[in-house]
């Protein structure tokens, strides 16, 4: 379960609750952390690291920095070994490939939410599995 707005200080009054129902809690990594303060952030968070691409709001707009997020998930690394996925303004196709290679996971929350809108039902289901389905394809690693 990710609950942006959630301070180190306390995690502990939600972590408990999670995990009483086998939820992981990852923690997000905004852009102006202090390196020792995204070690912190990145040792309590459950399941994965939250690396947030850009300042601001989520939500579909150009794209990040891609290589101070490069450089942003590379000192991640440093400090746990925990995955680390990508979110906030990746939307497309194209954002997903520049991302996925240095990268765990890619978050696309608003952009999937946006694309259903106005559906209701399996109308959605298949609309949000459309959008979906036209990222997988950029995920594709070569080996």
């Not at 999670?18 to 390196?35: A, D, E, G, N």
């Not at 450089?71 to 520049?98: C, H, M, N, Y």
């Not at 996971?105 to 106005?118: E, F, K, M, Q, T």
């Amino acid at each position: 379960m990710i609950i942006p707005d959630v301070t180190l200080g306390e995690i502990d009054k939600v972590q408990g609750s999670l995990r009483s129902r086998h939820l992981s809690f990852p923690l997000l990594v905004p852009p102006t952390t202090r390196p020792a303060r995204a070690g912190q952030i990145a040792a309590a968070s459950e399941g994965f690291v939250y690396v947030v691409s850009r300042l601001g709001v989520t939500g579909e707009r150009a794209g990040p920095d891609l290589n101070w997020l490069q450089g942003q998930v590379g000192r991640l690394r440093q400090v746990t070994d925990k995955p680390l996925a990508v979110g906030f303004g990746i939307s497309t196709p194209e954002q997903v490939r520049e991302v996925a290679p240095w990268t765990d996971g890619v978050i696309v929350g608003s952009a999937l939410v946006s694309s259903y809108a106005g559906s209701t039902g399996s109308d959605a289901a298949q609309v949000a599995g459309a959008y979906v389905g036209s990222l997988v394809p950029a995920l594709t690693r070569e080996t």
